[in-house]
């Protein structure tokens, strides 16, 4: 499946065109990759969202191609959120604790 439908039938991204403009700015990857919106994935697949200022990373764990709105949480399990600083200064003070 394209990573944009992807996106939009787990619920991720509420819009197709969204996750397509989402992609097209580098901030999704597959596997530690970057992605575009017509990469494939499959199941076992681990996705990296940049959200503002974190970072969303989820495993595929199935796909459908139209999945009910309860269903669409079942797609993927969330794997952990990443806070993103802002710039170089505030990365540099983050990892220093």
């Known amino acids: ?15 197709r065109t969204l996750a397509k403009d989402v992609c097209d700015q580098s901030r999704v990857e ?26 969303v990373i989820v495993k595929i764990e199935d ?8 269903e669409a949480a079942s797609l993927y399990s969330l794997v952990g959120e990443i806070p ?5 200064k505030e990365e540099d003070d983050y990892l220093k604790g």
Request: net charge positive; hydrophobic share 30%; glycine share 4%.
């Open 84 to 88: 993103v600083p802002r710039d170089e």
């Open 1 to 15: 499946m394209r990573l944009d439908k992807f996106l939009k039938v787990s619920r991720l991204i509420k819009r």
């Open 63 to 70: 796909i459908k191609e139209n999945p009910r709105k309860e």
């Open 30 to 55: 597959i596997n530690d990759r970057p992605a575009k919106a017509s990469s494939n994935v499959k199941i076992g697949d681990t996705l990296s969202i940049r959200f503002g200022q974190k970072r």
